[in-house]
Antibody, heavy 114, light 112 residues
Framework: EVQLVESGGGLVQPGGSLRLSCAVSGFNFSNYWMSWVRQTPEKRLEWVANINKDGSDTFYVDSVTGRFTISRDNAKNSLYLQMKAVSAEDTAIYYC???????WGRGVLVTVSS | DAVLTQSPLSLSVTLGQPASISCRSSQSLLYSNGNIHLSWFHQRPGQSPRRLIYEVSKRNSGVPDRFSGSGSGTDFTLKISKVEAEDVGIYYCMQGTFWPNTFGGGTRLEIK
């Protein structure tokens, strides 16, 4: 059974940093591109970042470019999202996603507030 | 970015009646390989989005055949032939032809 389990969310102050993790099981992680997608409190969905199979290529939506970094550790079956210089607009549920066959985790809440 | 506009914003449907949701793209979603990467997702309250349809009209495994997708170029439609109680929630279209992938604003379906 494919499972994606996010962790690392919580309350962070504006300008602060946070690192999200996604533990994956049930499939050969190193064979798939992976992504992070977020959903705002207003229920708007935004595709945040993509990473290729070996982590050598990454893609970001303009709103997070230069602040967020997607990475992966294939030996640990894990996906990460390093978030820096966060603002209130980054408040959202962050989902770990395997685009092929569209598997989504349950999401982790990130709240940016002082 | 490809902007996806959904209509209506909300839908109130009697059980057993049909429902239809439109998704219009600001640019053609036809990819260079001839595919159109337009998907439909359904999100129930408190759950993650679940993909129903991909490449305009292909149903995900386990999706009931009362759900169907159609369209081409810039105009797409999700139809539910007979709405059931479990169909409540928010429906989103999504394009994967261009980076960044983008979603429509969502259509909320409720039972009348």
């Amino acid at each position: 059974e494919v499972q994606l389990v996010e962790s690392g969310g919580g309350l962070v102050q504006p300008g602060g940093s946070l690192r999200l993790s996604c533990a994956v099981s049930g499939f050969n992680f190193s064979n798939y591109w992976m992504s992070w997608v977020r959903q705002t409190p207003e229920k708007r969905l935004e595709w945040v970042a993509n990473i290729n199979k070996d982590g050598s290529d990454t893609f970001y939506v303009d709103s997070v470019t230069g602040r967020f970094t997607i990475s992966r550790d294939n030996a640990k079956n894990s996906l990460y999202l390093q978030m820096k210089a966060v603002s209130a607009e980054d408040t959202a549920i962050y989902y770990c996603v395997r685009p092929v066959s569209a598997y989504w985790g349950r999401g982790v809440l990130v709240t940016v507030s002082s | 970015d490809a902007v996806l506009t959904q209509s209506p914003l909300s839908l109130s449907v009697t059980l057993g009646q049909p429902a239809s949701i439109s998704c219009r793209s600001s640019q053609s979603l036809l990819y260079s390989n001839g595919n159109i990467h337009l998907s439909w997702f359904h999100q129930r309250p408190g759950q993650s989005p679940r993909r129903l349809i991909y490449e305009v009209s292909k149903r995900n495994s386990g999706v009931p055949d009362r759900f169907s997708g159609s369209g081409s170029g810039t105009d797409f439609t999700l139809k539910i032939s007979k709405v059931e109680a479990e169909d409540v929630g928010i429906y989103y279209c999504m394009q994967g032809t261009f980076w960044p992938n983008t979603f429509g604003g969502g259509t909320r379906l409720e039972i009348k």
